[in-house]
Protein backbone atom coordinates (compact mmCIF):
# COMPACT_ATOMS: atom_id res chain seq x y z
CA UNK A 1 0.00 0.00 0.00
CA UNK A 2 1.31 3.61 -0.89
CA UNK A 3 2.29 5.80 2.07
CA UNK A 4 1.09 9.60 1.35
CA UNK A 5 1.83 10.60 3.96
CA UNK A 6 3.57 9.76 7.65
CA UNK A 7 4.09 11.69 10.74
CA UNK A 8 6.91 10.04 13.38
CA UNK A 9 7.00 11.47 17.12
CA UNK A 10 8.98 10.11 20.25
CA UNK A 11 7.92 11.26 23.90
CA UNK A 12 8.97 10.60 27.17
CA UNK A 13 7.00 7.48 28.86
CA UNK A 14 4.84 9.99 31.38
CA UNK A 15 1.31 10.25 31.78
CA UNK A 16 1.19 14.00 30.83
CA UNK A 17 2.40 12.86 27.22
CA UNK A 18 -0.63 10.13 26.93
CA UNK A 19 -3.15 13.39 25.91
CA UNK A 20 -0.56 15.14 23.88
CA UNK A 21 0.25 12.35 21.48
CA UNK A 22 -3.47 11.18 20.94
CA UNK A 23 -4.18 14.83 19.83
CA UNK A 24 -0.90 14.75 17.88
CA UNK A 25 -1.68 11.62 15.82
CA UNK A 26 -5.73 12.79 15.65
CA UNK A 27 -4.17 16.78 14.53
CA UNK A 28 -2.01 14.49 12.01
CA UNK A 29 -4.91 12.26 10.39
CA UNK A 30 -7.53 14.95 10.13
CA UNK A 31 -5.82 15.89 6.77
CA UNK A 32 -8.40 12.94 5.71
CA UNK A 33 -11.46 14.92 6.99
CA UNK A 34 -12.41 12.03 9.34
CA UNK A 35 -16.17 12.12 11.04
CA UNK A 36 -16.03 12.86 14.26
CA UNK A 37 -16.60 9.02 15.36
CA UNK A 38 -13.56 8.23 13.48
CA UNK A 39 -11.18 10.60 14.81
CA UNK A 40 -12.88 9.96 18.46
CA UNK A 41 -12.02 6.15 17.57
CA UNK A 42 -8.73 6.97 16.63
CA UNK A 43 -7.47 9.05 19.75
CA UNK A 44 -9.26 6.33 22.19
CA UNK A 45 -6.64 3.70 20.69
CA UNK A 46 -3.67 5.80 20.59
CA UNK A 47 -4.45 7.00 24.33
CA UNK A 48 -4.79 3.01 25.28
CA UNK A 49 -1.82 1.98 23.87
CA UNK A 50 0.30 4.99 25.02
CA UNK A 51 -0.95 4.36 28.58
CA UNK A 52 0.45 0.58 28.22
CA UNK A 53 3.67 1.92 27.54
CA UNK A 54 3.63 4.36 30.53
CA UNK A 55 1.78 1.34 32.72
CA UNK A 56 3.11 -1.66 31.93
CA UNK A 57 6.34 -1.17 29.39
CA UNK A 58 8.21 1.05 31.99
CA UNK A 59 6.93 0.15 35.15
CA UNK A 60 9.07 2.11 37.39
CA UNK A 61 11.73 3.54 35.12
CA UNK A 62 11.30 6.34 32.46
CA UNK A 63 11.98 5.46 28.90
CA UNK A 64 10.32 6.13 25.22
CA UNK A 65 7.30 5.90 23.42
CA UNK A 66 7.88 5.83 19.17
CA UNK A 67 4.61 7.07 17.67
CA UNK A 68 4.74 6.40 13.72
CA UNK A 69 1.32 7.36 11.86
CA UNK A 70 1.00 6.70 8.26
CA UNK A 71 -1.52 8.26 5.72
CA UNK A 72 -2.12 5.24 3.30
CA UNK A 73 -3.76 5.16 -0.33
CA UNK A 74 -7.61 4.52 -0.03
CA UNK A 75 -8.30 6.75 3.11
CA UNK A 76 -6.22 3.98 5.32
CA UNK A 77 -4.83 5.36 8.41
CA UNK A 78 -1.74 3.14 10.13
CA UNK A 79 -0.32 3.88 13.44
CA UNK A 80 2.18 1.68 15.37
CA UNK A 81 3.09 2.63 19.11
CA UNK A 82 5.96 0.98 20.44
CA UNK A 83 8.00 1.10 23.21
CA UNK A 84 11.42 -0.80 24.84
CA UNK A 85 10.19 -1.82 28.17
CA UNK A 86 9.83 -4.80 29.36
CA UNK A 87 7.92 -7.06 27.11
CA UNK A 88 4.93 -8.99 27.08
CA UNK A 89 5.77 -12.91 27.86
CA UNK A 90 2.57 -13.85 26.65
CA UNK A 91 0.34 -11.66 23.91
CA UNK A 92 -2.51 -13.75 23.78
CA UNK A 93 -3.23 -13.70 27.72
CA UNK A 94 -1.84 -10.22 27.32
CA UNK A 95 -4.85 -9.56 25.22
CA UNK A 96 -7.81 -10.74 27.40
CA UNK A 97 -10.41 -8.75 28.67
CA UNK A 98 -9.41 -7.82 32.24
CA UNK A 99 -6.52 -8.92 32.39
CA UNK A 100 -3.74 -6.88 33.92
CA UNK A 101 -0.45 -7.07 35.77
CA UNK A 102 -0.50 -3.41 37.22
CA UNK A 103 -3.70 -4.87 39.63
CA UNK A 104 -5.24 -2.29 41.42
CA UNK A 105 -7.53 -0.11 39.73
CA UNK A 106 -6.94 -1.06 36.25
CA UNK A 107 -9.34 -2.68 34.51
CA UNK A 108 -7.20 -5.07 32.14
CA UNK A 109 -9.40 -3.39 28.60
CA UNK A 110 -6.40 -1.82 27.18
CA UNK A 111 -6.24 -4.17 24.08
CA UNK A 112 -10.22 -4.81 23.85
CA UNK A 113 -11.15 -1.14 23.65
CA UNK A 114 -7.79 -1.04 20.83
CA UNK A 115 -9.38 -3.80 18.80
CA UNK A 116 -13.50 -2.37 19.30
CA UNK A 117 -12.54 0.80 17.81
CA UNK A 118 -9.87 -0.20 14.96
CA UNK A 119 -10.23 -2.09 12.07
CA UNK A 120 -6.92 -4.39 12.80
CA UNK A 121 -4.62 -4.78 15.50
CA UNK A 122 -1.23 -6.12 15.65
CA UNK A 123 0.94 -7.09 18.59
CA UNK A 124 4.72 -7.99 18.60
CA UNK A 125 6.55 -8.13 21.40
CA UNK A 126 9.70 -9.74 22.99
CA UNK A 127 10.69 -9.65 26.75
CA UNK A 128 13.04 -7.53 28.09
CA UNK A 129 13.11 -5.75 24.60
CA UNK A 130 9.39 -4.16 24.02
CA UNK A 131 6.14 -4.59 22.44
CA UNK A 132 4.88 -2.65 19.36
CA UNK A 133 1.36 -1.72 18.46
CA UNK A 134 0.02 -1.76 15.09
CA UNK A 135 -3.62 -0.90 14.09
CA UNK A 136 -5.39 0.17 10.83
CA UNK A 137 -7.93 1.45 10.55
CA UNK A 138 -10.03 2.19 7.08
CA UNK A 139 -11.43 5.72 7.30
CA UNK A 140 -15.01 6.64 5.00
CA UNK A 141 -14.47 8.61 1.72
CA UNK A 142 -16.17 11.82 1.31
Same mark, same amino acid.
Not at 85 to 112: H, N, S, V, W, Y
Given at each position: ???? #???? *? ?5 ? +???? &? ?8 ? +? ?8 ? +? ?10 ? #? ?41 ? *? ?7 ? /? ?8 ? *? ?14 ? /????? &? ?7
Amino acid at each position: MKIL #NQFK *MELLARS +SNES &FSRVAVAAFV +SQLDPTIEEI +SDIKTAVSEAVT #NCIVHAYKEQLGYIYITVRILQGNKVSIKIKDKGCGIADIKQA *MEPLFTTAG /GERAGLGFAV *MQSFMDKIYVKSQVGK /GTTVI &FHKQLKSR
